[in-house]
Nanobody, 115 residues
Framework: QVQVVESGGGLVQPGGSLRLSCAAS????????VGWYRQAPGKRRELVAI???????NYDNAVKGRFTISRDNAKNTVYLQMNNLKPEDTAVYYC?????????WGQGTQVTVSS
């Protein structure tokens, strides 16, 4: 099973930027997709962005044009660059690493957008 560690969260003002990192270790050759998800208080976890296969990406409409997902295969790391952050982006962000047998999750990283 893959071990997943997220980092890069924090407190930022509206309009600011953050870059989240998702480092995967343990079984890199079987990874088929890596997605960033978020969960705000009282809400269910939702997909924000995902990268799969040869680099196909998909984004939730709420973040298109503001967030960019990318990966560094040599480092087994996936990034989520978040620009023009809004208060409604406040949530715990989780990285989900997909393999044929299921999804492995990290512990999450808090992102708070507030003035």
């Amino acid at each position: 099973q893959v071990q997943v560690v997220e980092s890069g969260g924090g407190l930022v003002q509206p309009g600011g930027s953050l870059r989240l990192s998702c480092a995967a270790s343990g079984s890199g050759s079987s990874i088929v997709s890596v997605g960033w998800y978020r969960q705000a208080p009282g809400k269910r976890r939702e997909l924000v962005a995902i990268v799969a296969g040869v680099g196909i990406t998909n984004y939730d409409n709420a973040v298109k044009g503001r967030f960019t997902i990318s990966r560094d295969n040599a480092k087994n790391t996936v990034y989520l660059q978040m620009n023009n952050l809004k208060p409604e982006d406040t949530a715990v962000y989780y990285c989900g690493v997909g393999e044929p047998g299921g999804v492995s999750w990290g512990q999450g990283t808090q992102v708070t957008v507030s003035s």
